[in-house]
């Protein structure tokens, strides 16, 4: 049961965690750290990130309203962590970085997969190609966090991890 509790928190935690860092850097347009972090919990913390992703939706939702931009995050964000999860073996500053950097350069034509159901494609393809410059962005943001973070966020957790006996 102790362990149930402390996964369950721990879950809690590090979606509150993806929403503070969120709103951290919320004045740099695109540069966001949750990408980093979903990664990392995906790595050392698989079994906490489906409910750490699910606080970080739900508490986007209370913060921003529940739009379509809403739910472009319910697939974006478990996407991400689904991709990390399967290239778990690699363990390469540099390797994460390309793929976080490629999943930002992305991220624009993945959220507009929801205007080819709720508006058109023609639409849904105007939006992906206005916000070109924004995934660049996006993109170049992800890769120079993951670059400088990615070995001392790891290293943390793992340490943390063993001593919380997860």
Same mark, same amino acid.
């Given at each position: 049961?102790?362990?149930?509790?402390?996964?369950?928190? $721990?879950?809690? $935690?590090?979606?509150?965690?993806?929403?503070?860092?969120?709103?951290?850097?919320?004045g740099i347009p695109n540069v966001e750290p949750v990408t980093l972090l979903i990664i990392l919990f995906a790595l050392e913390l698989p079994r906490e990130t489906p409910g750490a992703v699910t606080v970080f939706l739900v508490l986007q939702g209370v913060l921003y309203g529940f739009?379509?931009?809403w739910a472009m995050y319910l697939y974006v964000w478990y996407l991400l962590a689904v991709l990390a999860w399967l290239l778990r073996r690699m363990d390469n500053a540099f390797g994460w970085a390309v793929f976080s950097g490629a999943y930002g350069l992305c991220f624009g034509g993945l959220c507009a997969a929801v205007y080819l159901v709720a508006k058109t494609p023609a639409f849904a393809l105007s939006w992906w190609l206005s916000g070109l410059s924004y995934d660049v962005m996006h993109g170049a943001g992800n890769f120079v966090i993951?670059?400088?973070l990615y070995r001392p966020l790891r290293t943390a957790l793992q340490t943390a991890k063993r001593q919380i006996r997860l």
């Open positions: 049961m102790h362990n149930k509790v402390l996964r369950l928190v $721990l879950s809690g $935690l590090m979606g509150a965690l993806l929403v503070v860092s969120k709103q951290a850097m919320s739009g379509l931009w993951m670059l400088l």
